[in-house]
Nanobody, 120 residues
Framework: EVQLVESGGGMVQPGGSLRLSCVVSGSPISSFDMSWVRQAPGKGPAEWVSGSIPGGGTPYYSDSVKGRFTASRNNAGNTTSLQMDTLKPEDSAVYYC????????????WGQGTQVTVSS
């Protein structure tokens, strides 16, 4: 059974930094495209934040976080991380780790989410 567990959320002041991590178990992370998605309560649909593919290369970012967030993946450690710098209040949300199998006949997996709050 594939499981994703996020950690690293918390409360930080504007301009601060947080690092989120997602540990994948049950299957090698190299089997997945990995993404980070966030959901701010009462603020419309979830927003895709960043994505990376198993073969490496530059991760993809939404315009709202480009230049401030850095995604990385460690295939050997079966983890993916999201370094978030220069945080803004509008970055406050629950952040979810998402694993999309390269074999699209398999389901997409989600973590339980981790809360990020940016407030003074």
């Amino acid at each position: 059974e594939v499981q994703l567990v996020e950690s690293g959320g918390g409360m930080v002041q504007p301009g601060g930094s947080l690092r989120l991590s997602c540990v994948v178990s049950g299957s090698p992370i190299s089997s997945f495209d990995m993404s980070w998605v966030r959901q701010a309560p009462g603020k419309g649909p979830a927003e895709w934040v960043s994505g990376s593919i198993p073969g490496g290369g530059t991760p993809y970012y939404s315009d709202s976080v480009k230049g401030r967030f850095t995604a990385s993946r460690n295939n050997a450690g079966n983890t993916t991380s999201l370094q978030m710098d220069t945080l803004k209040p509008e970055d406050s949300a629950v952040y979810y780790c998402n694993a999309s199998p390269l074999d699209r006949s398999h389901p997409v997996y989600w973590g339980q989410g981790t809360q990020v709050t940016v407030s003074s």
